[in-house]
């Protein structure tokens, strides 16, 4: 079904204005990233706890431009209460589709709102840093570090 | 040369300017980063890969005698170019990064003492911060940060306020024009305040050599460092004055073939070549030395007060429109500073267009600008503002240019901002 670009615009525009889980928590059982190296600009950092192989939560805060904030927004709804194997296939997946490469859009729900960005190279760094501090905590969880 | 009666000339120098960029013809505003080429200047690096050819300083046939020449000859341009007192005050390096690194190094190793103090802004490059940050803290010698105006401006007055109040300092080191806000600072006064107290004065004039005519030696500087490639010429390239005493008296950071005259095999028998050889190991960029002299002579023949004087011109015709069409839409952060760079951020109905949206937006309207700290990120908290929008405006944007970065601003939205993505 061919989908109105308006309709994933205003996806975009909404969780920037109003963006789910962007309120950094001091449990200590959280895993937690700082990604100010990766851009200039946008500074933000990500918080993840696993319990039992799950994604029970994901928090951020920073400043950033709209694709980093609405891109962490939706993959903190989208992650949640998944298995670390599940969400390890939707992160796949949406690098994928970032790349402009074959991916199964039925397991990214909302995120298929960034496959755009595969025309804007140069804003795939914002499209990934969430997805990437993720990543990380992820791999710490699995080498149990 | 009157650039306004003669941009669409200057234009066709630029061959850059016939391309495309999102579809609109190229409207470059990113000069700052890095300038456009003319003909002369690619014409004077294919003539050394097509013609000259052979190394630097190294043969004994008639090619090499040549490539020696042209290379020599390139110093002495660039010796006139910033007005230098002698040739041998000019050292090539990779730009002004490592100009600014090999006078950071030697100074922290040979000229200063654990108490001593370096002094700049927070306004400054990272490049003018970073090298004496890091090898100040390793020998006990402190970085500290001079008053500023509320605007972010070095004043004479605070200059001297600053340096009473830290009595140790031993190095000044500013830019001639901040990359940022393009200030011109007052390097001339602040100059003669650092001989009379022996502070040693630094210039990063990366900013400045290709807007507005430099001279090394009004400015009492002990050193200046600047890039080719932002004054239109080759990457790769840049210079390093030192005052020669100075040059002369000191230890290069770097090695190897080509700076050594003599060397055996105990410590300190290492004869080194004459100043400033002595500097220059291993095989020079040569094309880039050459084009980059041949952009000093196009700069020249333009003449630099033009160009200064053109820059404020466009600058103005943005301002003015700015104050009639953008008044509730773009924060300017900088509508006083006296050069070609405008520094802002676009509002939608009072919500901030992120930087980086903004210039994704611009892009597809074939307008380069850049966003973000510019390299400055000390300069965030006197701005207040997570990164800015810069324009900068050379001598080959024409009144066009500007006008197509109004209408786009008038345009612009968040939403907008996102339509580029679908």
Same mark, same amino acid.
């Given at each position: 079904?061919?989908?109105?670009?308006?309709?994933?615009?205003?996806?975009?525009?909404?969780?920037?204005?109003?963006?789910?889980?962007?309120?950094?928590?001091?449990?200590?059982?959280?895993?937690?990233?700082?990604?100010?190296?990766?851009?200039?600009?946008?500074?933000?950092?990500?918080?993840?706890?696993?319990?039992?192989?799950?994604?029970?939560?994901?928090?951020?805060?920073?400043?950033?431009?709209?694709?980093?904030?609405?891109?962490?927004?939706?993959?903190?709804?989208?992650?949640?209460?998944?298995?670390?194997?599940?969400?390890?296939?939707?992160?796949?997946?949406?690098?994928?589709?970032?790349?402009?490469?074959?991916?199964?859009?039925?397991?990214?729900?909302?995120?298929? !709102?960034?496959?755009?960005?595969?025309?804007?190279?140069?804003?795939?760094?914002?499209?990934?840093?969430?997805?990437?501090? !993720?990543?990380?905590?992820?791999?710490?969880?699995?080498?149990?570090? | 040369?009157?650039?306004?009666?003669?941009?669409?000339?200057?234009?066709?120098?630029?061959?850059?300017?016939?391309?495309?960029?999102?579809?609109?013809?190229?409207?470059?505003?990113?000069?700052?980063?890095?300038?456009?080429?003319?003909?002369?200047?690619?014409?004077?690096?294919?003539?050394?890969?097509?013609?000259?050819?052979?190394?630097?300083?190294?043969?004994?046939?008639?090619?090499?005698?040549?490539?020696?020449?042209?290379?020599?000859?390139?110093?002495?341009?660039?010796?006139?170019?910033?007005?230098?007192?002698?040739?041998?005050?000019?050292?090539?390096?990779?730009?002004?990064?490592?100009?600014?690194?090999?006078?950071?190094?030697?100074?922290?190793?040979?000229?200063?003492?654990?108490?001593?103090?370096?002094?700049?802004?927070?306004?400054?490059?990272?490049?003018?911060?970073?090298?004496?940050?890091?090898?100040?803290?390793?020998?006990?010698?402190?970085?500290?940060?001079?008053?500023?105006?509320?605007?972010?401006?070095?004043?004479?007055?605070?200059?001297?306020?600053?340096?009473?109040?830290?009595?140790?300092?031993?190095?000044?080191?500013?830019?001639?024009?901040?990359?940022?806000?393009?200030?011109?600072?007052?390097?001339?006064?602040?100059?003669?305040?650092?001989?009379?107290?022996?502070?040693?004065?630094?210039?990063?004039?990366?900013?400045?050599?290709?807007?507005?005519?430099?001279?090394?030696?009004?400015?009492?500087?002990?050193?200046?460092?600047?890039?080719?490639?932002?004054?239109?010429?080759?990457?790769?390239?840049?210079?390093?004055?030192?005052?020669?005493?100075?040059?002369?008296?000191?230890?290069?950071?770097?090695?190897?073939?080509?700076?050594?005259?003599?060397?055996?095999?105990?410590?300190?028998?290492?004869?080194?070549?004459?100043?400033?050889?002595?500097?220059?190991?291993?095989?020079?960029?040569?094309?880039?030395?050459?084009?980059?002299?041949?952009?000093?002579?196009?700069?020249?023949?333009?003449?630099?007060?033009?160009?200064?004087?053109?820059?404020?011109?466009?600058?103005?015709?943005?301002?003015?429109?700015?104050?009639?069409?953008?008044?509730?839409?773009?924060?300017?952060?900088?509508?006083?500073?006296?050069?070609?760079?405008?520094?802002?951020?676009?509002?939608?109905?009072?919500?901030?267009?992120?930087?980086?949206?903004?210039?994704?937006?611009?892009?597809?309207?074939?307008?380069?600008?850049?966003?973000?700290?510019?390299?400055?990120?000390?300069?965030?908290?006197?701005?207040?503002?997570?990164?800015?929008?810069?324009?900068?405006?050379?001598?080959?944007?024409?009144?066009?240019?500007?006008?197509?970065?109004?209408?786009?601003?008038?345009?612009?939205?968040?939403?907008?901002?996102?339509?580029?993505?679908?």
């Amino acid at each position: 079904m061919p989908i109105d670009p308006s309709y994933f615009r205003d996806i975009i525009m909404d969780n920037y204005s109003y963006p789910h889980n962007k309120e950094l928590t001091e449990d200590e059982s959280y895993r937690s990233r700082h990604m100010a190296s990766d851009s200039c600009i946008d500074d933000i950092t990500v918080q993840a706890k696993f319990k039992d192989g799950k994604v029970e939560d994901i928090r951020f805060d920073g400043k950033a431009c709209t694709i980093s904030t609405a891109s962490t927004s939706i993959l903190s709804e989208l992650l949640r209460g998944k298995t670390i194997e599940e969400a390890q296939n939707i992160i796949d997946n949406y690098n994928h589709m970032i790349h402009g490469e074959p991916f199964d859009e039925d397991v990214l729900e909302e995120a298929v !709102v960034f496959e755009g960005v595969a025309k804007q190279p140069n804003r795939i760094g914002c499209a990934t840093i969430g997805w990437r501090a !993720v990543q990380e905590m992820i791999d710490d969880e699995e080498a149990g570090k | 040369m009157n650039i306004r009666e003669n941009i669409e000339t200057i234009r066709q120098d630029f061959p850059i300017l016939e391309r495309e960029m999102s579809g609109h013809p190229v409207d470059y505003l990113d000069s700052c980063a890095t300038t456009l080429k003319p003909h002369a200047v690619i014409d004077e690096v294919v003539r050394y890969y097509t013609y000259l050819g052979s190394n630097a300083h190294r043969g004994d046939y008639e090619m090499s005698a040549q490539v020696d020449y042209a290379f020599e000859g390139a110093r002495k341009t660039m010796m006139e170019f910033i007005h230098a007192s002698r040739k041998e005050e000019i050292v090539f390096t990779s730009g002004t990064t490592e100009g600014l690194n090999m006078v950071a190094l030697m100074a922290i190793d040979q000229l200063l003492e654990k108490g001593d103090a370096i002094m700049t802004a927070e306004t400054e490059h990272a490049s003018s911060i970073l090298p004496w940050q890091y090898y100040g803290c390793k020998k006990g010698i402190a970085t500290c940060y001079m008053h500023l105006t509320d605007e972010g401006r070095i004043t004479l007055d605070n200059f001297k306020k600053s340096l009473d109040e830290n009595p140790n300092t031993k190095v000044v080191m500013v830019a001639q024009v901040s990359n940022v806000l393009g200030y011109q600072v007052p390097v001339e006064e602040m100059g003669a305040i650092c001989k009379e107290r022996g502070i040693l004065f630094v210039v990063d004039g990366a900013q400045a050599v290709a807007h507005t005519p430099v001279d090394v030696q009004k400015m009492n500087c002990d050193f200046y460092c600047f890039s080719g490639h932002k004054m239109c010429g080759p990457t790769g390239i840049g210079v390093l004055y030192g005052r020669f005493e100075l040059l002369d008296k000191l230890t290069p950071v770097y090695f190897g073939g080509e700076s050594n005259a003599r060397y055996y095999k105990d410590c300190d028998t290492l004869i080194l070549r004459r100043t400033p050889l002595k500097y220059e190991s291993g095989t020079q960029p040569i094309e880039a030395a050459l084009g980059m002299a041949a952009a000093a002579r196009y700069l020249k023949k333009i003449g630099l007060e033009n160009i200064h004087e053109y820059e404020l011109f466009l600058k103005r015709h943005f301002l003015e429109r700015a104050e009639k069409e953008l008044k509730d839409k773009v924060k300017l952060y900088n509508a006083t500073s006296e050069s070609g760079i405008i520094t802002f951020n676009v509002y939608d109905n009072g919500q901030l267009i992120f930087p980086q949206d903004m210039a994704s937006f611009l892009s597809s309207k074939g307008i380069a600008v850049r966003s973000g700290q510019h390299c400055a990120k000390l300069m965030g908290d006197i701005i207040d503002a997570p990164g800015t929008v810069r324009a900068s405006l050379y001598l080959y944007n024409s009144l066009e240019d500007v006008d197509r970065l109004v209408d786009a601003l008038k345009e612009a939205t968040v939403e907008k901002c996102l339509d580029i993505f679908f």
